[in-house]
Nanobody, 122 residues
Framework: QAQLVESGGGLVQAGGSLRLSCVASGRIFSSYAMGWFRQAPGKEREFVAAIRWNGGSTYYADSVKGRFTISRDNAKNTAYLQMNSLKPEDTAVYYC???????????????WGQGTQVTVSS
């Protein structure tokens, strides 16, 4: 069993930055891939970024590539999502989740946080 808690969301103007954090409890964190997802009102949850258990590999949705950076600190059981050059279309609830598989579909992510709201004003 694991629990994930996101923080760092808020209201920011277009072009601004935010850094989201995801703290995990339980011993699985350091051996699991970590992903960030988001869900905007009226839309399906979508993948944003993922990082391998050791931080050695990352990949991003095309919509955030070059603007967002995912990282992790296994000693702190924490993952981060640095979001720069934010756009109004980035407005969503952001969730972190963990998966035992590096190549994973959304359904492979076993544990999810409660989400943190990010709102980008134009």
């Amino acid at each position: 069993q694991a629990q994930l808690v996101e923080s760092g969301g808020g209201l920011v103007q277009a072009g601004g930055s935010l850094r989201l954090s995801c703290v995990a409890s339980g011993r699985i964190f350091s051996s699991y891939a970590m992903g960030w997802f988001r869900q905007a009102p009226g839309k399906e949850r979508e993948f944003v970024a993922a990082i391998r258990w050791n931080g050695g590999s990352t990949y991003y949705a095309d919509s955030v590539k070059g603007r967002f950076t995912i990282s992790r600190d296994n000693a702190k059981n924490t993952a981060y999502l640095q979001m720069n050059s934010l756009k109004p279309e980035d407005t969503a609830v952001y969730y972190c989740a963990v998966s035992p598989y590096w190549v994973a579909t959304t359904s492979d992510y076993r544990y999810w946080g409660q989400g943190t709201q990010v709102t980008v004003s134009s």
